[in-house]
């Protein structure tokens, strides 16, 4: 997505090593566009947070809003107290 020149959220960790990170973050700075990672299931609870912002004008008119999770993690990290 960066590469296309789109802004991101991502959860963390955004990458595997700091090299990588690294990297990304610098892609982003050439592209000109916003990367970032944020806490774990930060947007979760059916995006009531992001709905409220979106709804207070933070973006302008939004037409799509699309989320995939894509990691090398399992899908629920079992020593974790949630």
Known sequence: MI???VH???EKPITS???QGEALLELAKRKGVTAG???HRALQSGGDGLRRRL???MAGRIYKIAAQRLSPYPTRIGDAAW
């Open 17 to 19: 090593t700091v090299e």
């Open 37 to 39: 990672g944020g806490p």
């Open 8 to 10: 991101v959220l991502m």
């Open 55 to 57: 709804n207070d004008g």
């Open 3 to 5: 590469d296309r020149g």
